[in-house]
């Protein structure tokens, strides 16, 4: 079975700093990996997703993520926080692509302060 | 693309009525699916359709719990004889369901279910 372990519920950083959300995969196959993020009252959005064909991965609103095999990481980062990043991010797996049931870890709650 | 919808946005229920919630999917999404978040967790697939064929049901999607999606288009998603622990939010997502690995799944906003 697959699963994503995502470590710190909260994270807190200041306006312009670093943010680093991390996520841990299990897979007995090469995973396809995502990161969702969820406003208030919102449903989720996809950030960026990783299918194999590169390991460093772009995504919407200056977020990126890398996927690591040797350590099964796939962290998000952001080299300056804005205000408006502060939401509920979600890192999911799947072994069959976009198409395919998503399991979901337990989210970070990012938090900006200013 | 007009986005998933879900309806309604907020049920407040009693302990053992039935509700039904609805999705309909951003157009020409061939897939559909169902998820469950609880407060503090993250979202936990129920099912999901292929046009109107039901492909997978989650352990978590009891006998009181029923999907369809009648006409490959807009699904349902029925509680029967509800419980408190059945209080959570509803997401529904749609994705074109073409076997490409890049697909991916658009969430709607949610229905947040409330079993007094």
């Known amino acids: 079975a697959q699963s994503v372990t995502q470590l710190g519920s909260h994270v807190s950083v200041s306006e312009g700093a670093l943010v680093l959300l991390r996520c841990n995969y299990s897979?007995?196959?090469?995973?396809?990996l995502f990161w969702y993020v969820q406003y208030p009252n919102q449903g989720l959005q996809l950030l960026l997703k990783?299918?194999?064909?590169?390991?460093l991965v772009k995504g919407i609103n200056g977020f990126e993520a890398e996927f690591k095999k040797s350590e099964t990481s796939f962290h998000l980062t952001k080299p300056s926080a804005h205000m408006s990043d502060a939401a509920e991010y979600f890192c999911?797996?799947?072994?069959?692509?976009?198409?395919?049931?998503?399991?979901f870890g337990t989210g970070t709650r990012l938090t900006i302060i200013p | 693309d007009t986005g998933v919808s879900q309806d309604p946005r907020h049920k407040i229920t009693k302990r053992g009525q039935n509700v039904t919630f609805r999705c309909d999917p951003i157009?020409?999404?061939?897939?559909l699916y169902w998820y469950r978040q609880t407060l503090g967790q993250g979202p936990e697939f129920l099912t999901y359709?292929?046009?109107?064929?039901?492909?997978?049901k989650s352990r978590l999607l009891s006998d009181r719990f029923s999907a369809e999606r009648p006409k490959g288009s807009f699904s349902t998603l029925e509680i029967q004889r509800t419980e408190q622990g059945d209080s959570a939010m509803y997401l529904c997502?749609?994705?074109?369901?073409?076997?490409?690995?890049?697909?991916?799944?658009?969430f709607g906003p949610g229905t947040r279910l409330t079993v007094l």
């Open positions: 997502a749609s994705s074109r369901g073409l076997a490409r690995v890049t697909d991916t799944q658009y």
């Open positions: 897979s007995s196959v090469p995973p396809y």
């Open positions: 990783y299918t194999s064909a590169a390991t």
């Open positions: 999911a797996v799947s072994d069959q692509g976009g198409n395919e049931k998503l399991t």
């Open positions: 157009s020409e999404h061939n897939r």
């Open positions: 359709f292929q046009n109107e064929a039901q492909l997978e």
